[in-house]
């Protein structure tokens, strides 16, 4: 199976809004609902963001959100903050019943 | 409040077999909603799903990996275990276990992720 597809890097002065593409397959993203979302600042593990595609768990600021186009989701984080400065990561589903990850995208907040 | 620690040994010798173990704890490991899932995370690289299994002991693997992969579960200790076989410095990596929603295949929680150098 072959990783997701998502941008090396994106960056964003604080307050603005950034979106983060997480391209995959009809066998993956473009077949299920079922596309998460992961923070993971250095030396600390991944934490869920979003799951479904669009929904927050307990606790996670009403900043960040999801959606899906086709085989094509998006992470979108509004009103940048210092501390949104990590790594993202995608997730899927896929028709193997396999999971599957981007390859991650550094997010900058200048 | 779920916890899914990792323990086992940090350096490995090429060519031998990894040994990982996953104990849950502040939850059921037979609970019908969840899978138990391994993770793996190259030094500055991105996650690579290793495999997921249910309580029941069906079980999905990374194509990539299976042929050197074996995840077991133990209900009775409420520990899930990974094996990985064949071990190149390619396999140097943090492994991490999660637990997997049935029915989402979203990865909550984490545990912290243990080190694993392979080298002679």
């Known amino acids: 199976q072959s990783a997701l597809t998502q941008p090396a890097s994106v960056s964003g002065s604080p307050g603005q809004s950034i979106t983060i593409s997480c391209i995959g397959t009809?066998?993956?993203?473009?077949?299920?609902?079922?596309v998460s979302w992961y923070q993971q600042h250095p030396g600390q593990a991944p934490k869920l963001m979003i799951y479904d595609v669009t929904t927050r768990p307990s606790g996670v600021s009403s900043r960040f959100s999801g959606s899906k186009s086709g085989n094509t989701a998006s992470l979108t984080i509004s009103g940048l903050q210092a501390e949104d400065e990590a790594d993202y990561y995608c997730s899927s589903y896929t028709n193997s019943a396999t999971r599957v990850f981007g390859g991650g995208t550094k997010l900058t907040v200048l | 409040q779920v916890l899914v620690p990792e323990s086992g040994p940090g350096l490995v010798k090429p060519s031998e077999t990894l040994s990982l173990t996953c104990t849950v704890s502040g939850g059921s490991i037979s609970s019908t909603n969840y899978y138990w899932a391994w993770i793996r995370q190259p030094p500055g690289k991105g996650l690579e799903w290793i495999g997921s299994i249910y309580y029941s002991g069906s079980i999905y693997y990374n194509p990539s990996l299976k042929s050197r992969v074996t995840i077991l579960v133990d209900t009775s200790k409420s520990q899930f275990s990974l094996k990985l076989t064949s071990l190149t410095a390619a396999d140097t990596a943090v492994y991490y276990c999660?637990?997997?929603?049935?029915?989402?295949?979203?990865?909550?929680?984490w545990g912290q992720g243990t080190l694993v150098t392979v080298s002679s």
């Open positions: 999660a637990r997997d929603r049935r029915g989402g295949s979203w990865f909550d929680p």
């Open positions: 009809s066998s993956d993203i473009g077949n299920y609902n079922y």
